[in-house]
């Protein structure tokens, strides 16, 4: 069974920085299977990133993904206020325990 | 465009069966994996299954004993069963549409489930 395991639990930034979220995958995968997601408080996650590196319909550019085999990041180039939210990656069936962006 | 709702009990007592439906508007069920996810309160997200529009079912190994995913297409639906349920069942239910079984591109507003007496 894979485990993602992602880093930092909870990320304290400003607005208009720069924010890099990792996920790690306790074994090789294949980035086909691999996205990220945002959710915010009383909402349901909302795709951002699929195929480790493809922005979703609507997803502003500011929102990047990359890597490969065990260690994939989100990159979000510069924070806007409505990015503070908990981000999730997800392989398959398997997701991460999420990572918090906060207002530092 | 496509837009999914959960709907079911909001509270069922332990040892009975948690079901909920979910209703596909703007689209139909061809084509896509459709999929069940929860959230415990404060926590994660957890997969629970999905079915394929041919009927094709997949469990997560940890639920499999307890869980049914069915659907009905000419109502655009499909359907979560989950068998004696307890506390650790509480959580609030997402339904999602999946691309190719992969990532989980619509999903539902959830529906929060809690078992208790």
């Known amino acids: 069974e894979i485990v993602l395991t992602q880093s930092p639990g909870t990320l304290s930034l400003s607005p208009g920085e720069r924010a890099t979220l990792s996920c790690r995958a306790s074994?090789?995968?294949?980035?086909?299977?691999l996205a990220w997601y945002q959710q915010k408080p009383g909402q349901a996650p909302r795709l951002l990133i699929y195929g480790a590196l493809d922005r979703a319909t609507g997803i502003p550019d500011r929102f990047s993904g990359s890597g490969f085999g065990t260690d994939f990041t989100l990159t979000i180039s510069r924070l806007e206020p409505e990015d503070f939210a908990v981000y999730f990656c997800q392989h398959y069936k398997t997701f991460g325990q999420g990572t918090m962006v906060e207002v530092k | 465009q496509v837009q999914l709702q959960e709907s079911g009990p909001g509270l069922v007592k332990p040892s009975e069966t948690l079901s909920l439906t979910c209703t596909v508007s703007?689209?139909?069920?061809?084509?896509?994996?459709w999929s069940w996810i929860r959230q415990p309160p404060g926590k994660g997200l957890e997969w629970i299954g999905y079915?394929?529009?041919?009927?094709?079912?997949d469990y997560n190994p940890s639920l499999k004993s307890r869980v049914t995913i069915s659907k009905d297409t000419s109502n655009n639906q499909f359907s979560l069963r989950l068998t004696s349920v307890t506390a650790a069942d509480t959580a609030l239910y997402y339904c999602?549409?999946?691309?190719?079984?992969?990532?989980?591109?619509?999903w539902g507003k959830g529906t929060t489930v809690t078992v208790s007496s």
């Open positions: 079915i394929y529009y041919s009927g094709t079912t």
């Open positions: 703007g689209g139909s069920l061809i084509s896509y994996y």
């Open positions: 999602a549409r999946t691309y190719n079984a992969r990532h989980m591109d619509v």
């Open positions: 074994q090789s995968v294949s980035s086909t299977y």
